[in-house]
T-cell receptor, first 115, second 117 residues
């Protein structure tokens, strides 16, 4: 079974631009979550999608948005990029069978650099 | 507010020895779950072990065990017989409520483990 796939692996953008990151979850997994990882703030939850609906949202500005497609693939978008958006963006999927011990399976992330 | 604290930014251990990585948590909810993840330099987060707040036994997964002390709100990870491949960042994380069955985990700042040959 293929793992969580994130594309692209690396991305360089300039301030003011926008960017779209992609995540393909493990086959059969319906829930996709996004996290931002920086040296200063650590790992922070961005949002979660389930059945094409945003189910949970972290404390990030509206410039950060996402969506999920009918095949459970997800994209996140960051508009008007700022230098502070430079980070590793991790996507995670889970089967969402209603079990409290369900683990998240993570991808290798997209390393975004904003110049 | 829920919080995870890992007080050891970095640790060294000799190959084949055991090592304990500390994790304390704070939550007012009686129902929660605790996770440990490993992040090698490749970036991917790898699940290691899970402990539920109502689990009577400490969790074990191969060379990994979790020393769960509920009264102290601590969930330390013990790695036995360390291997060179164990060198990585280790994160403690909490799902803050059984009612939050979603994908939101609260992570600690991590501990960088280096295994010496």
């Amino acid at each position: 079974k293929a793992g969580v796939t994130q594309t692209p692996r690396y991305l360089i953008k300039t301030r003011g631009q926008q960017v779209t990151l992609s995540c393909s979850p493990i086959s059969g997994h319906r829930s996709v979550s996004w996290y931002q990882q920086t040296p200063g703030q650590g790992l922070q939850f961005l949002f979660e999608y389930f059945s094409e609906t945003q189910r949970n949202k972290g404390n990030f500005p509206g410039r950060f948005s996402g969506r999920q497609f009918s095949n459970s693939r997800s994209e996140m978008n960051v508009s008007t990029l700022e230098l502070g958006d430079s980070a590793l963006y991790l996507c995670a999927s889970r089967s969402d069978q209603g079990q409290t011990n369900e683990k998240l399976f993570f991808g290798s992330g997209t390393q975004l650099s904003v110049l | 507010a829920q919080k995870i604290t890992q007080t050891q930014p970095g640790m060294f251990v000799q190959e084949k020895e055991a090592v304990t990585l500390d994790c304390t948590y704070d939550t007012s909810d009686p129902s929660y779950g605790l996770f440990w993840y490993k992040q090698p330099s490749s970036g991917e987060m790898i699940f290691l072990i899970y402990q539920g707040s109502y689990d009577q036994q400490n969790a074990t997964e191969g060379r990994y065990s979790l020393n769960f002390q509920k009264a102290r709100k601590s969930a330390n990870l013990v790695i036995s017989a360390s291997q060179l491949g164990d060198s990585a960042m280790y994160f403690c994380a909490m799902r803050d409520s059984f009612y939050n069955q979603g994908g939101k985990l609260i992570f600690g700042q991590g501990t960088e483990l280096s295994v010496k040959p």
